[in-house]
């Protein structure tokens, strides 16, 4: 049933040319160069380290691997992260 769930979705998202991120509850990340990020969407801080930040999102978790990292501005569904990044992934659950 979860599986058609998300085939409607994604069906209607498009149909509709709503932003796949509203309809379907994915995360939105933006980065400037190497230097910042801004995740939309996400569930929760999971981990907070100076080389790494673990998200937790709707359907896995965000990794942020890189150096320096400071949060900038933490809000319930978005973060702000400055610093070094190396590497950005998903990791469905």
């Not at 900038?72 to 659950?93: C, F, W």
Request: charged letters at 25%.
């Amino acid at each position: 049933m979860g599986q058609r769930k998300n085939r409607m979705k994604a069906w209607l998202t498009r149909a509709l040319e709503i932003p796949p991120d509203v309809m379907m509850d994915l995360p939105r990340i933006t980065m400037v160069g190497r230097l910042h990020i801004y995740i939309e969407n996400h569930r929760g801080l999971l981990l907070f380290s100076e080389n790494e930040v673990r998200l937790m999102l709707k359907q896995g978790q965000c990794i942020i691997s890189g150096k320096n990292f400071v949060i900038k501005a933490i809000l319930p569904e978005e973060i702000l992260l400055e610093g070094t990044i190396d590497v950005v992934r998903y990791v469905e659950s």
